[in-house]
């Protein structure tokens, strides 16, 4: 197989040989392994053939962050490694955009493009100028001293400096017709970003709805005001926990109605179509379930920033993200850099992922030159 396949088929190969869904795959499921031109089976390997590898910038991530920052390192000459992941946060290679269908505010596609498409254009983008790609899931690291060490289960690579950029994950609840699976409606009326989807065709002057009751849920369904007939917020408290001034803006919106008290128990089609046509909503005080007549679902419960696998070596906001110096990519370890929405909990869009994962190559470019790791290289 090519270097140069395609994440869905790197993706759709494996489920075929392993058996897996694309939603139960855990992430150190029988890794594969891609580097140079060939691809291999890290449940092949033996013990004996645990590699140990060095460079001058390793990245963790596959999403846009990651492969902006490989692309910046490899043109810099510095033949960095990057770890993709394998069914990381049970997610496929390319990170959050693979969940995604069209893509229409990525600039450079005026005709919109496929979440996946354009995740495996990036990544091609990445192995033309070099970078060495492994689909291994990183499981430790040690940024105890310098060089650092990243490992996999079959890997220790050494690196001078290191970029993260796992990304975030977005909370989803379950409740029948909320996968992505058969009779499910992920991608097909419910979504977890509304300022990436809320402008589609199938969401316009329809009736949605919002799951949450923090900012970034009232922050959702404002946005979603431009877009549908009505906007409806589901909180199954009896009170907001946003700010007083999110609630005000969204309670003073004529389009917002809110359910109080309220859960959505099952999302159930349109009549004669595959796509989301209304909830089953159910008052948790009463216990009364009504049908709510909705085009579109939109969790905003909040985001997991992947950060486990740090082991509290870095230095993290309350919530989970990594904590990067004003203006920088820069954590509190000198040398360690972080990038996308493993550090970003405001903006998490793919160009602003793009932009951070530049900024974190050339900020770990000017630090080699600091340390004089760079050979031959100068200002």
């Known amino acids: 197989?090519?270097?140069?396949?395609?994440?869905?088929?790197?993706?759709?190969?494996?489920?075929?040989?392993?058996?897996?869904?694309?939603?139960?795959?855990?992430?150190?499921?029988?890794?594969?392994?891609?580097?140079?031109?060939?691809?291999?089976?890290?449940?092949?390997?033996?013990?004996?053939?645990?590699?140990?590898?060095?460079?001058?910038?390793?990245?963790?991530?596959?999403?846009?962050?990651?492969?902006?920052?490989?692309?910046?390192?490899?043109?810099?000459?510095?033949?960095?490694?990057?770890?993709?992941?394998?069914?990381?946060?049970?997610?496929?290679?390319?990170?959050?955009?693979t969940t995604t269908s069209d893509v229409e505010n990525f600039p450079g596609f005026p005709d919109g493009i496929l979440g996946i498409e354009l995740m495996d254009r990036c990544r091609n983008q990445s192995l033309r100028f070099g970078t060495q790609i492994f689909t291994e899931t990183v499981n430790k690291v040690d940024f105890s001293a310098s060089p650092f060490k990243v490992f996999t289960d079959s890997k220790e690579v050494i690196a001078d400096t290191v970029i993260i950029a796992t990304g975030a994950v977005a909370k989803r609840l379950v409740f029948p017709g909320s996968g992505d699976g058969k009779g499910g409606f992920w991608n097909r009326g419910i979504s977890a970003c509304a300022v990436c989807d809320g402008a589609a065709p199938i969401f316009r002057n329809k009736p949605l709805a919002v799951i949450g009751g923090g900012d970034s849920a009232m922050e959702e369904a404002t946005f979603l005001t431009k877009y549908g007939s009505c906007v409806y917020i589901i909180h199954r408290r009896e009170e907001f926990r946003a700010s007083k001034i999110m609630q005000n803006r969204a309670l003073s919106n004529p389009k917002i109605k809110v359910l109080w008290n309220s859960a959505v128990e099952e999302a159930y089609a349109e009549e004669g179509k595959g796509v989301l046509g209304g909830l089953k909503v159910k008052n948790v005080v009463t216990g009364d379930v009504t049908n709510l007549k909705v085009s579109g679902l939109f969790f905003a419960i909040g985001h997991e920033p992947a950060t486990k696998f740090l082991g509290g070596q870095l230095e993290l906001h309350s919530d989970g993200y990594v904590v990067t110096k004003p203006g920088t990519a820069q954590t509190s370890v000198k040398g360690v850099f972080a990038a996308g929405d493993v550090q970003d909990k405001k903006y998490r869009q793919a160009v602003t992922a793009a932009g951070s994962g530049c900024m974190a190559a050339l900020d770990a470019e000017h630090y080699l030159q600091e340390i004089g790791s760079q050979a031959g290289k100068s200002d």
């Open 1 to 97: 197989m090519s270097a140069r396949c395609s994440i869905k088929n790197i993706f759709n190969k494996a489920k075929t040989l392993l058996h897996l869904s694309p939603t139960a795959a855990p992430a150190a499921a029988a890794t594969l392994t891609i580097a140079s031109n060939t691809t291999t089976f890290a449940s092949e390997k033996t013990m004996d053939e645990f590699q140990t590898l060095k460079t001058r910038v390793c990245i963790i991530g596959s999403g846009p962050a990651a492969h902006t920052a490989s692309i910046y390192a490899a043109r810099a000459e510095l033949k960095p490694i990057l770890f993709e992941g394998w069914m990381a946060n049970d997610i496929a290679p390319g990170g959050q955009l």
